[in-house]
């Protein structure tokens, strides 16, 4: 069984500064992750995801997210935090398998920017 | 041209009745999901429904009835509704294939049970 732990329901930085996510999984085969974003009332989007292709994963709007087996952990990055970015942002695992597997998510994190 | 849609976007009932929530995808995918995302947002898998056969059932009473007509559309009927079945339903579309294939998700639909 997998599951996922982001650290920090709630964060808050100034716009322009680093922005940092935090997620740690637990998966007994070798795991496929994902960061997803939810804009207030609105569906959850794909902003990056782990493929066992390269640890360090560029995503959209200027994230990224880097793979560290060793720490079990996926962190969310984003160097310059823009207004727009405020929203709740998920982690999710899919154990390796078929890709109808369960996708299991975290607990979400809302990210607020302050002008 | 919206990707994956639900019907309708907002559900306020009153308990004891059986609703349903509609999904459409254009997307051409073979796996369609149904997540139920509670008061405090956390995100669970229900369902999950690859070419028209259920493929995953988490534990959700059987007062829920995922229904595929075809590959395009999963709906999602509930009898005898309850104030716990409050929630926002996300119905979610994937590729067939690999595992990292990603999931494409609808806007939700906000069920209110009064």
């Known amino acids: 069984a997998q599951s996922v732990t982001q650290l920090g329901s709630h964060v808050s930085v100034s716009e322009g500064a680093l922005v940092l996510l935090r997620c740690n999984y637990s998966?007994?085969?070798?795991?496929?992750l994902f960061w997803y974003v939810q804009y207030p009332n609105q569906g959850l989007q794909l902003l990056l995801k782990?493929?066992?292709?390269?640890?360090l994963v560029k995503g959209i709007n200027g994230f990224e997210a880097e793979f560290k087996k060793s720490e079990t952990s996926f962190h969310l990055t984003k160097p310059s935090a823009h207004m727009s970015d405020a929203a709740e942002y998920f982690c999710?695992?899919?154990?390796?398998?078929?890709?109808?597997?369960?996708?299991?998510f975290g607990q979400g994190t809302i990210l607020t920017v302050h002008p | 041209d919206t990707a994956v849609s639900q019907t309708p976007k907002y559900l306020v009932t009153q308990m004891g009745n059986d609703k349903s929530i509609k999904c459409e995808q254009n997307?051409?995918?073979?796996?369609m999901y149904w997540y139920k995302q509670d008061s405090k947002k956390f995100l669970k898998i229900m369902f999950s429904y690859n070419n028209k056969e259920l493929i995953i059932n988490e534990t959700v009473p059987n007062r829920f009835s995922p229904k595929s007509p075809d590959k395009a559309h999963l709906n999602l009927h509930i009898n005898s509704l309850e104030l716990g079945d409050s929630a926002v339903y996300f119905c979610a579309t994937g590729k067939t294939g690999e595992a990292y294939n990603e999931q494409f998700f609808g806007p939700g639909t906000r069920l209110t049970v009064l």
């Open positions: 782990y493929t066992s292709a390269a640890t």
């Open positions: 998966s007994s085969v070798p795991p496929y």
């Open positions: 997307l051409g995918h073979d796996t």
């Open positions: 999710a695992v899919r154990a390796g398998g078929t890709s109808y597997g369960k996708l299991t």
